[in-house]
């Protein structure tokens, strides 16, 4: 069975802080790809990053990175220096290679960055 | 400009109606999926759809059904028989892509519709 657990309902930051999403998961394949979306108050998801089993390298993407660690079945999300339009709702999947090919989403967490 | 459409964006039903929500793509994807999302949760899927003329039940297909006669078009009928049908739902496509020697498919959605019985 596939888990994504997003333990963080809700998080209010500050514009210009910086904030990170946690996200962890459960598989018990050897292969798996992880995903990140984002989910702004108009409503439709926008992809934001792919990352596979066999690819532990961080990423950035100019103000985001993410950290991918086996170790811990954690990826984490960074935004650096928060912006207003940072604000929405950021979902992590996953999606293990055997069986079904449907993702597994965590409930999500509601990012608030105030001005 | 290649993407998923949903139509209507709000849509209102009385109780006891039946209602379709629209969800067409043009960007040559062969699965297409349908997720409802109620507020405060995450997504649960309805229906997928791998091929056309061909589906699979989600999580929570009771009360739904839906149609794959065209690659483009995944419609959604949101029957009587669904005791709480307001939700917002969003329509959803894949194809494979390569990944570092392995496939995997990633979803792109489209902009979702607000359903609410009266």
């Known amino acids: 069975a596939q888990k994504v657990t997003q333990a963080q309902t809700e998080i209010s930051v500050v514009e210009k802080e910086d904030v990170t999403l946690d996200c962890v998961y459960e598989?018990?394949?050897?292969?798996?790809?992880l995903f990140w979306y984002k989910q702004p108050p108009s409503g439709e998801l926008v992809f934001l990053i792919r990352?596979?089993?066999?690819?532990?390298q961080n990423e950035i993407s100019g103000r985001y990175s993410w950290n991918f660690q086996k170790s811990t079945s954690s990826f984490n999300f960074t935004i650096t220096a928060s912006q207003v339009v940072d604000s929405a709702v950021y979902f992590c999947a996953l999606r293990a290679s055997g069986g079904s090919y449907i993702p597994t989403f965590g409930r999500g967490t509601s990012l608030i960055v105030h001005p | 400009d290649g993407g998923i459409t949903q139509s209507p964006k709000y849509l209102f039903r009385k109780e006891g109606q039946n209602v379709t929500l629209s969800c067409e793509q043009n960007l040559n994807h062969d699965a297409m999926y349908w997720y409802r999302q109620d507020p405060g949760q995450g997504l649960r899927l309805i229906y997928y759809s791998q091929i056309v003329n061909d589906f699979q039940k989600g999580d929570i297909a009771e009360g739904y059904s839906v149609s794959r006669e065209k690659k483009e078009s995944f419609p959604l009928t949101v029957t009587s028989a669904q005791k709480n049908p307001t939700a917002f739902y969003l329509c959803a496509s894949s194809i494979p892509e390569s990944l570092a020697g392995s496939y995997t498919d990633t979803q792109y959605f489209g902009p979702g519709t607000r359903l609410t019985v009266l």
């Open positions: 990352r596979n089993s066999f690819d532990e």
């Open positions: 598989t018990r394949d050897t292969t798996y790809y």
